[in-house]
């Protein structure tokens, strides 16, 4: 089902979005049920038992896990950061600078939602962006054309690259020029990342003590998927799928729909993401003909 006015020199509003999910929903030939979260999937003879969060089963012979990439906002190790006595939010709890008006905060991370993030709280904040690299930029606009027009028209969207990536590199910050103007005004600046924290104090490399009152992680998301922790061989210590291409490893069953470059750079992404189903499905259907 296409996205109606698809327009790939803009990003699509948050209704319509809505729309277009509920739209397909409808079309569906499936039971769907929301508000039913998963709680495990286990092993019963040639099939599974999915078990449902207030004491539900299903039985079933396959199990796709299509909850995505961006379900477990990660927070990873930074030095000290447990012993910080001021706020800490993951970007996914972020709505608006308003809470943090006229404060000090470090937004940690260097990816789109880091940069977007701190150049919006340095109008109304004093803000530092940390890294431990320098942020990467790419052109929003191309030729005059959005960048995701010139990824779909030159295969880059659908080519199958995602086999060769062990792990997904980082993504450039897409910028038509306002975010990397921002960081050369130093609004916000940037800076290496902090060493330590002593209580609200930051401890930045050069060995400066600075209170802070708030830090900001935009540093991305990982896999939600502890349901299939009792799946022998389905995922790996970081409770990310073992999987080649969507099927999972060593654990025949299982399969997985948008995950970060599954097969492609859309994988993950409302563009992609189908033909990835279509993919799986007919992989799946096959296994369970054999069977």
């Known amino acids: 089902m296409p996205f109606p006015g698809a327009d790939r020199d803009r990003y699509p509003h948050r209704g319509e979005v809505v729309a277009f999910l509920t739209a397909y929903a ?11 979260r998963v709680t495990a999937v286990r092993r019963t003879g040639n099939g599974f038992t999915v078990e449902l969060e207030g004491g539900g089963r299903l039985s079933a012979r396959a199990v796709v896990a299509a909850s995505g990439t961006f379900g477990h906002p990660h ?11 001021g706020q800490v939010l993951h970007a996914a709890d972020y709505r608006s600078p308003a809470p943090l008006a006229g404060r000090r ?3 940690v991370g260097a990816g ?5 993030i701190a150049a919006e709280l340095a109008k109304t904040a004093r ?3 940390t890294t431990r690299a320098s942020v990467k930029f790419a052109a929003q606009r191309i030729l005059g054309r959005d960048l995701h027009f010139w990824t779909a028209h030159s295969g880059l969207d659908t080519a199958p690259l995602g086999r060769f990536l062990a792990r997904p590199s980082a993504q450039p910050v897409l910028d038509d020029g306002r975010y990397r103007a921002a960081l050369a005004a130093g609004r916000p600046d940037r800076r290496e990342m902090f060493t330590g924290v002593d209580g609200a104090k930051l401890v930045w490399p050069d060995r400066q003590r600075e209170d802070v009152d708030a830090i900001v992680l935009a540093t991305g998301y990982r896999p939600d998927l502890p349901y299939l922790a009792g799946l022998d061989g389905a995922l790996d210590n970081e409770g990310n799928p073992r999987r080649r291409e969507g099927i999972a490893n060593g654990v025949p069953g299982p ?14 992404s409302l563009r992609g993401v189908g033909r990835d189903a279509e993919r799986i499905a ?6 369970l003909a054999r069977r």
């Open 26 to 36: 409808g079309r569906l030939d499936a039971e769907i049920r929301t508000g039913c």
């Open 282 to 287: 007919r992989r799946l259907a096959a296994h």
């Open 127 to 129: 803000v530092t962006l």
């Open 75 to 85: 927070r990873p190790a930074l030095p000290g950061l447990h012993e910080f006595t």
């Open 255 to 268: 399969a997985f729909v948008g995950l970060e470059w599954q097969r492609s750079l859309s994988s993950n």
């Open 105 to 107: 905060v470090v937004v």
């Open 112 to 116: 789109n939602s880091a940069v977007q």
